[in-house]
T-cell receptor, first 111, second 115 residues
Framework: GESVGLHLPTLSVQEGDNSIINCAYS??????FIWYKQESGKGPQFIID?????DKRQGQRVTVLLNKTVKHLSLQIAATQPGDSAVFFC??????????FGKGNQVVVIP | KAGVTQTPRYLIKTRGQQVTLSCSPI?????VSWYQQTPGQGLQFLFE???????NKGNFPGRFSGRQFSNSRSEMNVSTLELGDSALYLC??????????????FGPGTRLTVT
């Protein structure tokens, strides 16, 4: 498969445990934030998004938290499964359908 | 509904050559964005097309160009290839027409290797 990235921060998680992935964004004017998951050989896949007027949003097994004061975004994955092994990217949108991506975090789920 | 498709999936070129990559968006999507993904720089925005017009452009040299056709299919071209252009090139489509951001759907990418 494709090599998504080298030297990425890696989070090793035991199957069934919760995962927390952190991201610092750069632009205080960003009004939309997205988490993507990228598996080997595939393009990024949308997980969850959040607008800047919110500080928390929940999806299925995932929660995104936004702290605009410190420009920090986090993704919480509940009951991590082997299929969650991937690279996770945060992205910020600062207008007009343009995304700026973070470097990515590699999540490795240990069975 | 079919997803975003990109062709070719893999490509090997030599320095100095040029290359054209193709992207077919999801049916009904009029916005197509291109990104370059490398281990060192991560995912970087190249440009976005909407209704055959380039609407946004990232910080890449003029060797990188693109276009969009009336059926929303898009191509990107890289001229005078350099070794540093080796990357995964991703295309994303959305139904975005203006204003707030809309979800982008990514294709599998084209892996370009420049030797």
């Amino acid at each position: 498969g494709e090599s998504v990235g080298l030297h990425l921060p890696t989070l090793s998680v035991q199957e069934g445990d919760n995962s927390i992935i952190n991201c610092a964004y750069s632009n205080s004017a960003s009004d939309y934030f997205i988490w993507y998951k990228q598996e080997s050989g595939k393009g990024p896949q949308f997980i969850i998004d959040i607008r800047s007027n919110m500080d928390k949003r929940q999806g299925q097994r995932v929660t995104v938290l936004l702290n605009k004061t410190v420009k920090h975004l986090s993704l919480q994955i509940a009951a991590t499964q082997p299929g969650d092994s991937a690279v996770f990217f945060c992205a910020e949108s600062y207008g007009n359908n343009r995304l700026a991506f973070g470097k990515g975090n590699q999540v490795v789920v240990i069975p | 509904k079919a997803g975003v498709t990109q062709t070719p999936r893999y490509l090997i070129k030599t320095r100095g050559q040029q290359v054209t990559l193709s992207c077919s968006p999801i049916s009904g999507h009029r916005s197509v964005s291109w990104y370059q993904q490398t281990p060192g720089q991560g995912l970087q925005f190249l440009f976005e097309y909407f209704s055959e017009t380039q609407r946004n452009k990232g910080n890449f040299p003029g060797r990188f160009s693109g276009r969009q056709f009336s059926n929303s299919r898009s191509e990107m071209n890289v001229s005078t290839l350099e070794l540093g252009d080796s990357a995964l090139y991703l295309c994303a489509s959305s139904s975005h027409s203006g204003g707030s951001w809309y979800e982008q759907y990514f294709g599998p990418g084209t892996r370009l290797t420049v030797t």
